[in-house]
Each structure stands twice: as C-alpha cells, then as structure tokens.
C-alpha cells in the first residue's frame, strides 16, 4: 500500500478545498487587509502580483499569505506613525522570501509536494477548474476588496503542510510501524527551535521579535521560566500567531507593550481583562506611542453603541482585543500544546491536528523544555520512509 501512494498527485489533496480569496499587492493597504481578514471565515488570505479591478492580462503570480499576526506585527513595530501605516500597501505585510509559497501544476506528486514543503515552502498553489464567475459574484468580490478570480478566469486553491499530514494520517497503515515509534527513538525533537523561547518577564521589544521569528517558520513562542537556574527551562505558555490571527489590530498595542508573561494573559480569553487595557494604555502614553494609541482610541470609539452601555453590556475597552468574525473561528487560548518524549508519532499527529497547529512542544516528566515537534520533522520521516 505505501507503494501506492506515490501514484497520488496534489489533485487528491484538493478535494472539497475553496478557492482562494485574494488581494492585490499593487492596490490593496494595509487598511484592506485588516478589512478582508475581517470578513473571512479563513484566518489567512493570499495576496497576488495582479490587479482584480481591472482587466489584467498579465499572468497572475501569488506572493505570499497575510493573516492578522502580519499585521499586529506591523503595527506593533510602527512606533511612530501608526495610523498612516495604515494606508501602506499590503505588500509590507509579506515575508521577504518569495519561496514559502509556490506555484505547482495539477501534476505534481504527492512525494514531490512532500519534498517542497521540507525544502520550505509554507503553502503550494493548485489551479482548479471552476465556472465562469458572474458579473454579481464579481460586484460582490469588489465589495469585499477580494476576488476568487483571476483576469484569466482561472481560479486556484492551496495545500498546507496541515493538508498533507491529514492526509499521511489517513493512511497511516501503509507506514507500519512508524506510527507506534516514540519521537525521541525517530529522533525528531528539535532543540534548535528553542531560539524561540522567551523568559516569562521578557521586554516587549524581545516578543515582538520572537513572534515575527515564528510567523516566518510557522511555528510559536514558547514563554519559559528557569526559575532561577539557566540550566533549565520550564514551559509556562506560548504565545502563537494562530492566537493573533483571532485578535483584531487593536492587540498591536498590547505586543508593542507588554511583557511575554502580559501579553500571554492579555491574548487569553475572549477579551482581555480591563486591568491589562488600562495598563496598555498608561505604557503606551509613558513610551510615547501616541499612534497606536489612537489607534485603540479609534477603534474604541466604533465599537461602541450610540446610546451608551449599561453596567451588563461590554464597554469599548472591553470589546478590544477578538476580532470582529471570533465566532467562525477556533481562539486559542496561551495554554500550550505540549508532547513527552515518549509520546508516539501518531499521538503527536492527531494532537497538532486537533488543536490546528502545525507544531507540538516537547517537555520531560517534570514540565523542562526539551524542543518541538514540526510538521515539517514528521514529514522527514514519512519521505524516507516512501
């Protein structure tokens, strides 16, 4: 059966996958961004080389993906002029390396995806067939500043490392018997993401760094306490960017402010205790970030009802923080998603999936930091394996 596999093509991962909703990179903000995430059941959007508005004929190239972590860390690292970083175009958003998303044809094997996404890329383009979009679908499209649909009428879905894993997992017979081997005997528990760690009592200016580290490895901050010993680290939280893709602009302020021990609090829960809103606002006017302190003042101010509140409604500074479209979403909460070295490789499979990370962090029977578990790790494994 594992024989077997190597005759699937990316086509079979495809199935039952939307279309992608797309922005502009020559004239779509930032601005744009923050409202299309907003309005979309998907926490991330693909942002491409042509322009929806207009007839292109040009081919259309995707340059990256963009979620709400992109723009917190944005904003958070504006320190100054906040509120015209928002008429930025969106391309300030991407990564700086092109690679992490990739087009492929239909063609393309399940083993060559596999050695793609090892070799880096993050997310692999897929042309699919769909139907001429009709003029209302695309009145509707330009109000939303995204489109499914290319100039040329094509329209493409995309494969995540998640995607390829859910399927390996379906097929975890044919790979008998990985399945019941520990992580530590595959020897996959990698040490070297704990760069990413931070002290629990870690400067701000240090999280939004370590943040921005995991959005490009599409990994998480692990916040650690070494309790007065440096030969050990114990795993308090995390502080992940799929927990910022469920936040609104708003917690740019928070990032931009509070420590990693803070901040975890801040981003837990569906809104943030009023306390931690007071105290980002007494830091962000002691630091001088007067922008992003508008920027809360602003979006307080929308968010609140015409009429007042009473004391049983949620006042403005307590409606910062979730975005507007929490509902449609899983918020993740700074528990994090942890592994014993022991831990089998289909336990720790089944665990990232179900808690949509894409990662699980490694501890030892007395809460020590050991490593992590990648996705991309568990594919090694499955890629020598076929």
């Not at 596999?5 to 923050?34: E, F, N, Q």
């Not at 094997?109 to 769909?130: R, Y």
């Not at 402010?257 to 205790?273: F, I, K, Q, W």
């Amino acid at each position: 059966m594992a024989l077997s596999l190597l005759s699937y093509d990316v086509t079979d991962l495809c199935l039952g996958k939307p279309p992608l909703r797309c922005l502009s990179a020559s004239s779509s903000s930032v601005s744009d961004a923050i409202a299309a995430l907003k309005s979309s059941d998907d926490p991330f959007l693909s942002v491409w080389n042509c322009n929806h508005d207009h007839d292109d004929v040009a081919e259309c190239e995707c340059l990256g993906k963009i979620s709400m972590a992109d723009v917190i860390c944005h904003l958070s690292k504006d320190e100054v002029h906040t509120l015209s970083a928002l008429n930025s175009p969106v391309s300030v958003l991407l990564p700086p390396t092109r690679s992490l998303v990739l087009h492929v044809q239909p063609s393309c094997s399940l083993v060559e995806a596999i050695d793609l996404i090892i070799q880096g890329a993050h997310n692999l383009i897929v042309p699919i067939q769909t139907k001429t979009t009709t003029k209302k679908r695309q009145q509707n499209d330009n109000v939303s500043h995204t489109t499914t649909t290319h100039s040329n009428g094509q329209r493409f879905c995309w494969i995540t490392q998640e995607d390829i894993v859910r399927f390996l997992l379906g097929c975890i017979a044919a790979f008998s018997p990985l399945p019941s081997m520990s992580i530590s005997d595959l020897g996959i528990i990698n040490s070297s993401h704990a760069i990413l760690a931070v002290d629990y009592n870690s400067s701000a200016s240090a999280v939004v760094s370590a943040i921005s580290r995991a959005l490009a490895d599409q990994t998480s901050v692990a916040v650690v306490d070494n309790e007065g010993d440096d030969s050990l680290m114990y795993l308090i939280g995390e502080i992940s960017p799929m927990t910022l893709t469920c936040c609104d602009e708003t917690a740019a302020a928070a990032v931009a402010t509070l420590s990693a021990g803070y901040l975890m609090e801040y981003l837990d829960g569906v809104n943030p205790p009023e306390s931690l809103v007071q105290e980002v606002r007494d830091r962000l006017e002691s630091k001088g970030l007067m922008g992003l302190l508008s920027l809360l003042d602003i979006l307080s101010l929308s968010s609140s009802p015409t009429s007042g509140y009473s004391s049983d409604e949620e006042s403005p500074a307590r409606s910062l923080g979730r975005s507007m479209s929490i509902s449609t979403r899983m918020a993740r909460k700074a528990e994090a998603v942890v592994c014993n070295p022991k831990s089998s490789l289909m336990a720790v499979m089944i665990q990232a999936i179900t808690h949509r990370t894409n990662y699980t962090w490694v501890i030892d029977k007395d809460g020590c930091f050991v490593g992590m578990v990648t996705f991309v790790d568990i594919l090694k494994v499955f890629r020598k394996f076929l």
